[in-house]
Structure formats: structure tokens, C-alpha cells
């Protein structure tokens, strides 16, 4: 199965730092799973489609964790 992930991070820069940083993703599955006759198929496709969510998952922290950093860093030095 094969999925894109869409992050969009909103950050403040050094002149309009008010705002914390925030973020919007999506995930985006990109093609239908074969078809599936038994339980144990379905339980496979559905298992990948929570491994893609939770690769998003832990990509969208990070961005939002780095966002906050700059974010801190700018308020810090004002």
C-alpha cells in the first residue's frame, strides 16, 4: 500500500513572533488494496495502513518539536 504524508508547519519568524508554531498533515492513501478474501487479508492491509499513520505520526512530532524550538529561540533573543 502506498501512502504520501502532507505536513504543513506554520511558524512565526523574527518580526511576527506572537504565534506559536502549529501544524496540518494528511495522510493520503494512493491506491486501493488488492482484494481481500479472508480475515487475516484484511487484517494485514488495515496493519499497514496503521504502520503508515504512525510513520506520520512521529514525522509531524518532530516537525512540530523543531518548529517550537526555533519559536523559543527567536522569543528568547527579543
Known sequence: MECTFDIVVKEPDSINFIFKPSVKFSLTQLNLTPEC?????????????????????????????????????????K
Not at 512530532?61 to 533573543?77: G, Y
Open 37 to 77: 478474501m479472508t480475515d487475516n487479508e484484511i487484517d494485514f492491509q488495515i496493519d499497514e495502513l496503521i504502520n503508515n499513520a504512525e510513520e506520520l505520526r512521529k514525522g509531524v512530532k518532530k516537525k512540530l518539536k523543531d518548529a517550537k524550538s526555533r519559536h523559543d529561540k527567536i522569543v528568547s533573543e
